[in-house]
Protein backbone atom coordinates (compact mmCIF):
# COMPACT_ATOMS: atom_id res chain seq x y z
CA UNK A 1 0.00 0.00 0.00
CA UNK A 2 1.45 2.76 -1.01
CA UNK A 3 1.11 6.65 1.29
CA UNK A 4 -1.28 8.99 0.18
CA UNK A 5 1.35 11.50 -0.31
CA UNK A 6 2.87 9.24 -3.21
CA UNK A 7 1.71 9.52 -6.89
CA UNK A 8 1.14 6.25 -8.62
CA UNK A 9 2.41 5.78 -12.26
CA UNK A 10 1.05 3.29 -13.52
CA UNK A 11 2.89 2.33 -16.51
CA UNK A 12 1.29 1.12 -19.56
CA UNK A 13 3.20 1.24 -22.19
CA UNK A 14 2.84 -2.18 -24.47
CA UNK A 15 -0.15 -2.57 -23.01
CA UNK A 16 -3.37 -1.73 -24.92
CA UNK A 17 -6.12 1.28 -24.45
CA UNK A 18 -8.70 -1.17 -22.82
CA UNK A 19 -6.42 -1.88 -20.38
CA UNK A 20 -6.08 1.55 -19.22
CA UNK A 21 -9.32 2.46 -19.25
CA UNK A 22 -10.22 -0.72 -16.83
CA UNK A 23 -7.18 0.93 -14.89
CA UNK A 24 -9.47 4.28 -14.76
CA UNK A 25 -12.50 2.76 -13.97
CA UNK A 26 -10.59 1.27 -10.96
CA UNK A 27 -9.42 4.85 -10.01
CA UNK A 28 -5.87 4.97 -11.78
CA UNK A 29 -5.11 8.14 -12.73
CA UNK A 30 -1.82 8.93 -14.04
CA UNK A 31 -0.15 6.72 -16.43
CA UNK A 32 3.36 6.33 -17.72
CA UNK A 33 4.73 5.52 -21.50
CA UNK A 34 8.39 5.34 -23.13
CA UNK A 35 7.47 5.57 -26.63
CA UNK A 36 6.59 8.93 -28.18
CA UNK A 37 3.84 7.58 -31.18
CA UNK A 38 2.31 4.84 -28.29
CA UNK A 39 1.76 7.82 -26.14
CA UNK A 40 0.33 9.71 -28.93
CA UNK A 41 -2.12 7.14 -30.10
CA UNK A 42 -3.58 6.45 -26.61
CA UNK A 43 -3.40 9.65 -25.86
CA UNK A 44 -5.93 10.36 -28.65
CA UNK A 45 -7.82 7.51 -28.14
CA UNK A 46 -8.86 8.44 -24.59
CA UNK A 47 -9.46 11.84 -25.44
CA UNK A 48 -12.82 11.03 -26.13
CA UNK A 49 -15.75 12.53 -24.43
CA UNK A 50 -16.88 10.74 -21.59
CA UNK A 51 -14.07 9.22 -20.63
CA UNK A 52 -12.73 10.08 -17.41
CA UNK A 53 -9.07 11.75 -17.90
CA UNK A 54 -6.09 10.54 -17.35
CA UNK A 55 -2.82 12.13 -16.55
CA UNK A 56 0.31 11.62 -18.97
CA UNK A 57 3.68 11.13 -17.71
CA UNK A 58 6.71 10.59 -20.02
CA UNK A 59 9.46 8.25 -18.33
CA UNK A 60 11.40 7.32 -21.23
CA UNK A 61 14.41 8.27 -23.76
CA UNK A 62 12.92 11.67 -25.52
CA UNK A 63 14.08 12.25 -28.72
CA UNK A 64 13.95 15.89 -29.07
CA UNK A 65 12.70 15.35 -33.21
CA UNK A 66 9.82 13.48 -31.20
CA UNK A 67 8.86 16.50 -28.73
CA UNK A 68 5.09 17.35 -30.50
CA UNK A 69 4.12 13.70 -30.16
CA UNK A 70 4.75 14.10 -26.50
CA UNK A 71 4.38 17.86 -24.66
CA UNK A 72 0.84 18.69 -25.84
CA UNK A 73 -0.29 15.66 -23.91
CA UNK A 74 1.80 14.83 -21.04
CA UNK A 75 2.03 16.63 -17.33
CA UNK A 76 5.52 15.92 -17.00
CA UNK A 77 8.45 14.56 -18.59
CA UNK A 78 10.29 12.74 -16.05
CA UNK A 79 13.18 11.58 -18.23
CA UNK A 80 15.19 15.12 -19.00
CA UNK A 81 18.58 13.44 -19.23
CA UNK A 82 20.86 16.07 -21.17
CA UNK A 83 20.76 19.58 -21.95
CA UNK A 84 19.59 19.17 -25.64
CA UNK A 85 16.49 18.23 -24.36
CA UNK A 86 16.57 20.60 -21.96
CA UNK A 87 16.88 23.44 -24.03
CA UNK A 88 14.85 21.47 -26.99
CA UNK A 89 11.87 21.78 -24.38
CA UNK A 90 12.40 25.25 -23.53
CA UNK A 91 12.30 26.14 -27.20
CA UNK A 92 9.29 24.01 -27.99
CA UNK A 93 7.70 25.87 -24.75
CA UNK A 94 8.74 29.37 -25.99
CA UNK A 95 6.82 28.63 -29.45
CA UNK A 96 4.22 27.53 -27.63
CA UNK A 97 3.99 29.81 -25.06
CA UNK A 98 3.61 26.57 -22.05
CA UNK A 99 5.98 25.79 -19.58
CA UNK A 100 6.46 22.34 -19.30
CA UNK A 101 7.06 20.42 -16.09
CA UNK A 102 10.22 18.48 -16.02
CA UNK A 103 12.26 16.00 -13.49
CA UNK A 104 16.22 15.88 -14.50
CA UNK A 105 17.37 12.54 -14.22
CA UNK A 106 20.06 11.84 -12.66
CA UNK A 107 22.81 8.78 -13.53
CA UNK A 108 22.53 6.55 -10.49
CA UNK A 109 22.98 2.93 -11.62
CA UNK A 110 26.32 1.25 -12.10
CA UNK A 111 25.59 0.36 -16.05
CA UNK A 112 26.84 2.80 -18.65
CA UNK A 113 23.81 2.45 -20.51
CA UNK A 114 21.59 3.88 -18.52
CA UNK A 115 20.92 7.84 -19.18
CA UNK A 116 21.38 10.32 -17.00
CA UNK A 117 23.14 13.73 -15.53
CA UNK A 118 26.13 13.26 -12.83
CA UNK A 119 25.12 15.46 -9.38
CA UNK A 120 27.91 18.44 -11.00
CA UNK A 121 25.92 18.72 -14.28
CA UNK A 122 22.67 19.11 -12.42
CA UNK A 123 24.24 21.49 -10.28
CA UNK A 124 25.08 23.14 -13.10
CA UNK A 125 21.58 23.62 -14.74
CA UNK A 126 19.87 24.63 -11.23
CA UNK A 127 22.30 27.44 -10.89
CA UNK A 128 21.29 28.24 -14.67
CA UNK A 129 17.80 27.64 -14.39
CA UNK A 130 16.67 31.17 -15.84
CA UNK A 131 17.79 30.39 -19.12
CA UNK A 132 14.85 27.74 -18.92
CA UNK A 133 11.69 30.05 -18.23
CA UNK A 134 9.13 27.66 -20.23
CA UNK A 135 10.35 24.58 -18.07
CA UNK A 136 9.74 24.03 -14.49
CA UNK A 137 11.89 21.59 -12.85
CA UNK A 138 9.72 20.02 -10.57
CA UNK A 139 12.98 17.21 -9.23
CA UNK A 140 14.89 14.23 -9.83
CA UNK A 141 14.31 10.69 -11.21
CA UNK A 142 16.60 8.24 -11.31
CA UNK A 143 16.96 3.98 -11.69
CA UNK A 144 18.71 2.15 -9.70
CA UNK A 145 20.91 -1.00 -10.96
CA UNK A 146 19.46 -3.81 -12.50
CA UNK A 147 20.08 -6.14 -9.70
CA UNK A 148 18.90 -8.75 -7.10
CA UNK A 149 21.13 -7.07 -4.77
CA UNK A 150 18.96 -5.20 -2.28
CA UNK A 151 21.91 -3.73 -0.83
CA UNK A 152 23.21 -2.19 -4.07
CA UNK A 153 19.71 -0.87 -5.09
CA UNK A 154 19.43 0.70 -1.32
CA UNK A 155 22.84 2.78 -1.71
CA UNK A 156 21.68 3.75 -5.21
CA UNK A 157 18.45 4.83 -3.75
CA UNK A 158 20.01 6.48 -0.76
CA UNK A 159 22.39 8.32 -2.93
CA UNK A 160 19.99 10.03 -5.42
CA UNK A 161 17.66 10.98 -1.81
CA UNK A 162 21.06 12.46 -0.14
CA UNK A 163 21.38 14.74 -3.49
CA UNK A 164 17.41 15.92 -3.72
CA UNK A 165 17.30 16.87 0.05
CA UNK A 166 20.63 18.20 -0.66
CA UNK A 167 18.97 20.83 -3.55
CA UNK A 168 16.06 21.31 -1.75
CA UNK A 169 18.13 22.88 0.96
CA UNK A 170 20.85 24.77 -1.45
CA UNK A 171 17.22 25.97 -3.48
CA UNK A 172 14.75 26.88 -0.96
CA UNK A 173 12.74 29.44 -2.97
CA UNK A 174 12.31 26.51 -5.61
CA UNK A 175 8.83 25.03 -4.16
CA UNK A 176 8.04 23.14 -7.31
CA UNK A 177 11.31 21.58 -6.69
CA UNK A 178 9.96 18.24 -4.45
CA UNK A 179 9.61 15.43 -6.29
CA UNK A 180 11.51 12.40 -6.30
CA UNK A 181 10.84 9.64 -9.23
CA UNK A 182 12.57 6.53 -7.78
CA UNK A 183 11.12 2.73 -7.54
CA UNK A 184 9.92 0.19 -10.15
CA UNK A 185 7.72 -3.22 -9.88
CA UNK A 186 10.81 -4.93 -8.00
CA UNK A 187 12.17 -2.04 -5.61
CA UNK A 188 9.31 0.38 -4.84
CA UNK A 189 9.36 -1.13 -1.14
CA UNK A 190 13.10 0.11 -0.92
CA UNK A 191 12.44 3.33 -3.37
CA UNK A 192 9.52 4.51 -0.21
CA UNK A 193 12.10 4.02 2.82
CA UNK A 194 14.19 6.92 0.41
CA UNK A 195 11.56 9.30 0.28
CA UNK A 196 10.13 8.58 -3.39
CA UNK A 197 7.47 10.65 -3.74
CA UNK A 198 6.55 9.42 -7.58
CA UNK A 199 6.43 5.39 -7.91
CA UNK A 200 6.41 3.45 -11.62
CA UNK A 201 4.97 0.54 -11.67
CA UNK A 202 3.98 -1.59 -14.89
CA UNK A 203 4.27 -5.01 -14.30
CA UNK A 204 2.71 -5.25 -10.82
CA UNK A 205 -0.33 -3.72 -12.26
CA UNK A 206 -0.71 -4.63 -15.66
CA UNK A 207 0.98 -8.25 -15.76
CA UNK A 208 3.65 -8.83 -18.26
CA UNK A 209 3.80 -6.70 -21.43
CA UNK A 210 1.51 -7.74 -24.40
Given at each position: ?190 ALRHGAT ?13
Amino acid sequence: MLPPETTLVAVSKFHPVEDIREALRAGQRVFGESRPQELEAKARALAEVGEPAPQWHFIGHLQTNKLKMVLPYVSMVESVDSLHLLQAIEDWGSAAGTVSDVLLEMHIAAEESKQGFAEDEILEIMFGRGKYPHVRICGLMGMATNTDDELTVDADFSRIEDFFLYLKDLFPEMEDFRELSIGMSGDWRTALRHGATIVRIGTAIFGERK
